[in-house]
C-alpha cells in the first residue's frame, strides 16, 4: 500500500518529477512522431528540433530542482570526507547559496526573456510556434531550483544534513 506525501518536500518532489516525466515524454513522443513521419512521406514535424531544445531546457530546470530536493547531485567525497563536521556543514552551504543565486540568476533572466518574446511575439523559425510558453516553463522550473536551493542552504546550516529537505518518495508505508 503506497502513503501518500509526508512533508511539503515530498509533495514538491512528486509534483516535479510528474512535470519533468510529461515533459520528457512530450519530447520522447514529438521525437517518434518525427520519426514516423519522415519515415512515411519523407517530411516530418516541422520545428522539431526546435521544440525539442525548448522542451529539454525546461526538463533541466525541473530536474536541477529535483536533485536539490531530492539531494540527488552527484557528490564526490574526496574532500569532504577529509573535512570535519564544520568543514562539511560550510562547503554544504557555499554549493548550496552558489546553487541559489545561479537558479535565481536564470529564474531572471528567463522571465525577461519570456516577457520580451511576448512582446514582440517571437515565434521559432520553421513552424511559427511562440517560443514564450515554453520559456514560462523553464522560468518555473527555475523558481523551483531557487526555492529548492534556499531549502538545502537554511537545512545544511541549521542541521548540517541537507538531506531531510524531502526524499525521494518510495512508496512504503513508515
Known amino acids: 500500500m503506497t502513503s501518500g506525501p509526508k512533508t511539503l518536500g515530498d509533495t514538491v518532489f512528486r509534483v516535479a518529477a510528474l512535470v519533468s516525466g510529461i515533459i520528457i515524454l512530450g519530447i520522447a513522443l514529438l521525437t517518434v512522431f518525427n520519426a514516423v513521419l519522415r519515415a512515411l512521406s519523407f517530411r516530418g514535424v516541422p ?16 530536474g ?22 564544520i568543514g562539511r556543514r560550510a562547503l554544504m552551504v557555499l554549493g548550496g547559496v552558489g546553487l541559489t543565486v545561479l537558479s535565481a540568476s536564470m ?19 520553421a513552424a511559427g510556434v511562440p517560443v514564450a510558453p ?23 546550516a541549521v542541521t548540517g544534513r541537507a538531506t531531510d529537505i524531502g526524499t525521494a518518495p518510495t512508496g512504503d508505508p513508515e
Open 47 to 62: 520545428a522539431t528540433y526546435e521544440l525539442s531544445e525548448q522542451l529539454l531546457a525546461a526538463a533541466i530546470f525541473f
Open 64 to 85: 536541477l530542482a529535483l536533485a536539490t530536493i531530492g539531494d540527488l547531485h552527484v557528490k564526490v567525497e574526496l574532500l569532504s570526507a577529509r573535512l570535519g563536521e
Open 107 to 125: 529564474f531572471r533572466y528567463l522571465v525577461e526573456q519570456a516577457q520580451d518574446a511576448l512582446d514582440i511575439g517571437e515565434t521559432t523559425l
Open 134 to 156: 515554453f520559456m514560462i516553463i523553464a522560468a518555473c522550473g527555475a523558481f523551483l531550483a531557487t526555492l529548492a536551493g534556499a531549502a538545502y542552504v537554511w537545512r545544511a
